[in-house]
């Protein structure tokens, strides 16, 4: 690793890392930051498929001690790293502000979510528990026990940069797999530091190697292609559905259950008893947190009928005072930028498709330029690319209501009553996350038997994430695989059956087996006087 001075503070000359050695192969691409595009993060190369395949043969022969190891020893490296994270969470959440674009309230709380999952799963290191199970034979004992799967490929996205990964690569080593990840091409630095601080808490080299470089035609491609040499044993990815699809088909065909962490269109209700107060200041973040660059963002707020129009009025109201600029020259932020040029543009489509569907705007222009002010903007608009909080009013069938965005964008939608909202809320292909406002108990738990999604809140936004809770979709948002708490830990082990025989003799179960044989039946209801009488 080489350092070099840039405009926010140094940047990093930064190569692959395998076997706990950094190599310097491949094209070099450069991460500046979406704010400021003079501010150069990071130069760092793009893996071959060559190196890819070098990584997860190192990841392979480390599999072999790291799986050995007592997993409270492999917990007690968590606990080390939990208190590294610790130590270092202002440094990295200063270098999120300048890589990614995200606040520094946000940034924080990103390095917490890592330093929560550390800590979580460092105790669990101590706790995977399998079973004493009593066998039917004497003599004889039954056994659970969890293993580890092997190597896992990981490909990760850049709006949580450390948050995301931690989710998948703490469970997998606490359990003794081992990882070769590829980092989003957005986060090279967070990504470098991010593994480096791992090193530092006790993590043998080759447990987990990263690879950098894109996603199609490029790295990403190289690393799912793995699992058909069978060089992989597991692969978990975040990111697009179309993605998903493609990793799960390939996985499919190698018997590896993927985990697939991917889009959302979540809806959030509020029905006309709800807190009107808190339901607009929940559908407001749940819009604009991040900038809409969650996949748990909301994307339809569906309200009741009797009281839209004062919710609509509330809600613009409250859009008016989203605050946007560049989060290194300003904590009074709402968001920053789009963290790529390709996320604004898919952005920027839905502008088309709103004309054409006959969407209404309500409030919005586009990409804040000095050409297009914005009147709460604080920064130079043109040092990077940034978007209008943007209201739309639509309905089902709609493009923009039936697919990811990934930006500040929200429809509102009317209806009826809970019936035609629930109807709304489902009537899409994704099934992420979701949110009701109500005070109602009796509706939100038709709102919790209804909904077709991994993750509800009641009088809460659709974002957010605990460490020790399942985070996961279904449908379109995921295979039904769960990351965080300890569900995950299905996820990266197997359980392995042993029994243990004492007789010192070959018993066989179901035909050795001494059962218990009834005794003659006797006749109750003769005995007591009780039989039917006929005629």
């Not at 969407?359 to 920064?379: C, E, V």
Request: charged share 25%; with cysteine.
């Amino acid at each position: 690793m080489n350092t070099f001075r840039s405009k926010y503070g140094n940047g990093l000359e930064i190569g692959h890392l395998i076997g706990g050695e950094e190599v310097f192969e491949g094209p070099v691409h450069e991460r500046r930051n979406p704010s400021d595009r003079e501010d150069l993060t990071a130069r760092f190369p793009e893996a071959s498929k060559e190196t890819v395949r070098r990584a997860a043969q190192v990841a392979r022969k480390a599999f072999e001690e790291w799986s050995r190891t007592p997993a409270p020893v492999r917990g007690g490296v968590l606990m080390n790293f939990a208190a590294v994270l610790t130590r270092e969470k202002e440094t990295l959440s200063r270098l999120l502000v300048r890589e990614i674009g995200k606040t520094m309230r946000e940034a924080r709380g990103d390095v917490q979510e890592a330093i929560d999952t550390a800590v979580f799963f460092a105790s669990e290191g101590r706790r995977l528990y399998g079973q004493t199970v009593p066998s039917e034979m004497a003599n004889k004992e039954l056994f659970t026990f969890r293993r580890p799967v092997g190597v896992a490929g990981m490909i990760t996205a850049g709006n949580f940069p450390i948050a995301v990964p931690s989710w998948k690569i703490i469970p997998a080593v606490l359990t003794g797999n081992t990882v070769v990840w590829k980092p989003s091409e957005d986060s090279p630095a967070l990504s470098y530091v991010f593994i480096k601080l791992f090193e530092e808490a006790g993590l043998p080299p080759g447990v987990v190697n990263v690879v950098f470089g894109g996603g199609k035609d490029s790295t990403g491609q190289w690393l799912i292609e793995l699992m058909d040499e069978g060089l992989l044993n597991k692969f978990a990815f975040t990111g697009s559905t179309a993605v998903g699809r493609q990793i799960g088909e390939v996985a499919g065909r190698n018997l590896i259950r993927p985990t697939l962490e991917l889009g959302g269109k979540n809806p959030l209700i509020v029905l006309a008893d709800a807190d009107l107060e808190l339901a607009v200041e929940g559908a407001w973040w749940s819009a604009f947190a991040t900038g809409g660059q969650r996949c748990t963002s909301a994307g339809n707020v569906i309200v009741e009928e009797p009281i839209y129009d004062e919710f609509k009025r509330r809600f613009l109201e409250k859009t008016e005072s989203t605050v946007v600029g560049n989060p290194l020259l300003s904590d009074d932020l709402t968001y920053g930028p789009f963290m790529n040029e390709r996320l604004f543009q898919r952005w920027s489509e839905h502008y088309q498709w709103g004309q054409q569907d006959g969407a209404k705007l309500l409030f919005g222009s586009g990409r804040i330029a000095s050409s297009n002010p914005y009147p709460r903007f604080k920064g130079d608009p043109d040092a990077g690319i940034f978007g209008t909080p943007t209201v739309w009013e639509a309905a089902p069938g709609m493009r923009q209501f039936d697919q990811e965005i990934f930006g500040p964008t929200i429809n509102l939608v009317k209806a009826k009553d809970l019936e035609q909202a629930l109807e709304y809320a489902n009537a899409h292909s994704y099934g992420l996350s979701s949110a009701i406002y109500t005070n109602q108990r009796h509706a939100a738990y038709r709102f919790k038997v209804g909904i077709k999604a991994g993750m509800s809140s009641i009088n809460n936004s659709t974002v957010g994430a605990e460490a020790h809770l399942p985070f996961g979709g279904i449908r379109g948002s995921g295979n039904g695989t769960r990351e965080s708490g300890v569900w995950v830990i299905e996820e990266y082990t197997y359980w392995h059956a042993v029994n243990e025989e004492y007789s010192g003799k070959l018993q066989l179960a179901q035909m050795d087996t001494a059962y218990a044989q009834a005794r003659e039946a006797t006749d109750w209801a003769g005995l007591l006087g009780t039989k039917e009488v006929v005629g």
